[in-house]
């Protein structure tokens, strides 16, 4: 037997890194330093460890490097709190990157593979970045090693004087996606799109309704009409060159987003205040450079020709909308000061068949560079990762990284974790009750049956538990509505039950239930269902049996728990003034008689 033993103080409360980008070049000839892509474009001195095209950079020996065009292949499984890498990354990362890439080569706009991203795990999707105002694209900086991990990143560089217009650039990356789904048919293609880049993935989409797109759309420009742009668009198109130099500090002042969300990246939450203002002072210094060189990045001509795309590429955009059949997923900030991207994001949801949205309230114009949105997290969470025409919930699931599970147990779950005080008690075989997991099997397919306690709030309590002393996942299976009903397409926010489907929530059902134990998982199973979550009085008694050792074998576990929480958070306040206990686990291997309030 097993049980969790809490103390009763719920009732009590209202809860730099140096920059790793150096030279890597081959000398072609004689005197002339450059790296070629697959596609014959000459980059000349770049300093920046990229993979241009589908090749490697890779070392020759002796000091040398030669280039070589070689296929991705697959890396390894991802392991359980897999190190994801996401916060060593900063804005001054970035602003080190593009100290190099915004150098005049005179070249045209072309596709590379960061080097941060690492190789993927087999069989993974290809994701196209194709970048905002800034052209650069190292927007995804931040997010380069967790992406790298499961995906196949490409990011688009579009130079800082190129002129292509829009019409240019959609036919570029429409030329990718048809390469590459010419060669994987079932596979899906990822397009990350961010302000500009928005309108560039939909356009596309529009023109391709047949392949398997699914797009992740960051503040697209596609609001522009009702933006703040929009009255000095006819005045920039009027004035002399001369004459935009005074509008230019107000222009580059919308696209910054909020410094503070920022500086706050890489900043763990369970450090000390003292200690958190200390790192965001230490960030916010450190972003000086960042406001110094948009001015670089962004130069008096390019800003102009760059807010004129945007006019043409809405323009563009907004008139084929009807034709989007891809699936989309829209990130909106609620703090954007260039565009109404939250307003955006719900008219997008009307307009297009497939879409979904997530707003993050505290965030500006430069979501992918700000903390709370680490991209991975969010794809999972709303289930967009997938490797084929489908999604499944066994074979494209990613396990939880390490900065999730700390994020998910330290920020959202942490207070209730703390005001619930759980303690867990397993039976060994010989009887004896010991404290902690030791009487629960390592080896799967291991299945908890058990109740709800009120609302599953301290669900949290025995999946952290099962992490911390097991390094075992514990994949509960929760109401369909969850993933396809109306409360899944509806929610607006990333919120507890996205966080749910990252920590491994699956639908319930005979299918899901059995691929998971065919895979040595370790399942929860509520099958009170919603109105026992709730109290309501439906049954005075409730008795829970073990699987008949046929089912056992069919179903192929060979385990079968009872996991019982006797007395929850509901009846804390009259308990705790008795006992000293809150919440009572129990797992046990036998038939329990349970008395539902």
Known sequence: MACVVTCPVWHCFGINKKPRFRVRAERLDGNDLSVVSTDGVSVKETTVPVVVGRGYLVDGGNGSLKSRIEKKMGGEELELLWDDGYGTNTVKDYVDATKDMIKPDGGPPRWFCPVEC?????????????????????????????????????????????????????????????????????????????????????????????????????????????????????????????????TIPFLLSLVIGEPLKMAEVGVEGRLLPKQKFERISSNLTALLPFYSGLADILPTETLIWKLKLIKSASAYTNSRLHAVKAEVLVLASDKDHLFPSGEEALRLKKLLPNCMIRIFKDNGHTLLMEDSMNLLTVIKGTCKYRRSKSHD????????????????????????????????????????????????????????????????????SLCEAFLREKKILVRGVAHPELFWGNFHTSSNVFNF?????????????????????????????????????????????????????SLNLQSGCKHVFDCVSTVDIENSRILAKIFAIINVFVIAGRSIQIILA
């Open 497 to 549: 039950f996205d966080l749910m489907k990252v920590m491994g929530a699956m639908p319930v059902s005979p299918k899901s239930l059995l691929k998971a134990l065919s895979t040595n998982s370790h399942v929860l199973l509520y099958p009170g269902g919603a109105r026992e979550a709730l109290h309501r009085k439906v049954r005075l008694r409730f008795r829970l049996y073990p699987m008949e050792p």
């Open 118 to 246: 690492g190789r993927p795990i087999k069989d993974s999707p290809l994701l196209l970045f194709l970048p905002g105002l800034d052209g650069v694209g190292m927007g995804l900086i931040l997010h380069h090693k967790p992406l790298g991990k499961v995906f196949e990143v490409q990011c688009l560089h579009i130079p800082v004087h190129d002129r292509t217009p829009f019409e240019g650039l959609v036919t570029l990356v429409e030329e990718t996606v048809r390469l590459e789904h010419a060669s994987r048919l079932n596979c899906p293609i990822y397009l990350v799109g961010d302000s500009l880049g928005g309108c560039l993935a939909l356009a596309v989409a529009a023109r391709n309704p047949s392949i398997d797109l699914v797009m992740i759309l960051v503040n697209p420009a596609t609001s522009l009409g009702r933006s703040r742009l929009q009255p000095f668009l006819p005045i920039l198109e009027a004035f002399p060159d001369g004459l935009h130099v005074r």
């Open 393 to 460: 919930f066994t074979k494209d699931f990613l396990p939880p990284s390490m900065s999730e599970y700390r994020y998910t147990f330290n920020n959202v779950f942490g207070f209730l974790n703390f005001a619930s005080c759980s303690s867990l008690f397993s039976t060994m075989e010989n009887g004896k009750i010991v404290k902690g997991l030791a009487g629960v099997p390592d080896e799967g397919p291991v299945l908890l049956v058990g109740n709800h306690m009120l609302m599953g709030m301290d669900l949290s």
